[in-house]
């Protein structure tokens, strides 16, 4: 597998850039888990996980569960953690843990990530934050994933910009792994982890060039490999995923 080119590189990124307008256009409400609740399900569950494209740490997850009145999160602007700046994520974190019945945070380190790929890490990210629930939720609304877990659940694609339990999750995990990298920032400071949290900015990919990777970092995904000068041919290597990338100065 050869590394992307430039002009490959500018057209994914062009294409998250417009994905990402297309998200900011759609509306986060509790329309989901009321239609659960129709249904009969009462204690539903949010589940969604943050760091998926990035080259070092781990991946985390996040499962809440809200009380059934969600207007408040709403008029206070809650939506997809990406689509918002980081005192808006900090200022929701709090209040989605003043008001949440239960609430979980998971994360599996990137040692499993290489083991395992980061698809099934993320999906056992997310089992684990669902077990961690003080309370069985009986349904869970997952973004755009299932889950190995005997609960019912739906996988809502863009789930984190239209069910406000999805999106709330989204905050938890986003704040939980922001504040975990600006904390790995000044044991690994060669890396400017506090800026760009882990993903692979031209910052860090010129630090991984000049230092090469530490034990946090990814060594199955691209630049990571490519860095160590390992076999590139690997059928778990990738860029980055294009859901995952977000505004370094956020």
């Known amino acids: 597998m050869t590394a992307p080119s430039p002009n490959e590189i500018g057209k994914t990124v062009g294409a998250a850039a417009a994905k990402q307008r297309m998200l900011r256009q759609l509306i986060c409400s509790d329309g989901p888990e009321q239609a659960l609740r129709y249904r009969g399900f009462r204690c539903i569950a949010g589940v ?26 709403s008029r206070a602007g809650l939506k997809d953690s990406k689509q918002l700046t980081r005192k808006e994520r900090e200022t929701l974190d709090k209040r989605i843990r003043k008001m949440a019945i239960a609430l979980s945070i998971a994360e599996v380190a990137a040692e499993t990530i290489d083991q395992v790929n980061i698809y099934q890490a993320t999906r056992l990210a997310m089992r684990a934050a669902v077990e961690g629930l003080s309370i069985s939720p009986d349904h869970l609304l997952i973004d755009a994933m299932l889950v190995d877990h005997p609960c019912a659940q739906t996988s809502l694609y863009y789930g984190d910009s239209l069910s406000l339990s999805i999106a709330a999750a989204s905050v938890l995990a986003k704040v939980h792994r922001d504040g975990l990298m600006r904390e790995l920032d000044a044991v690994h400071p060669a890396y400017g982890l506090a800026a760009h949290k882990g993903y692979g900015t031209p910052q860090h990919r010129r630090a991984l060039a000049e230092h090469g990777p530490c034990p946090l970092h990814r060594r199955t995904f691209l630049h990571v490999a490519a860095a160590e000068s390992v076999d590139e041919a690997s059928e778990d290597l990738l860029l980055f995923d294009d859901c995952d990338l977000e505004d370094p100065k956020s």
């Open 48 to 73: 969604d996980e943050v760091g998926r494209g990035a080259l070092f740490g781990p991946v985390v997850a996040a499962a809440v569960i809200l009380p059934e009145r969600l207007s408040g999160l």
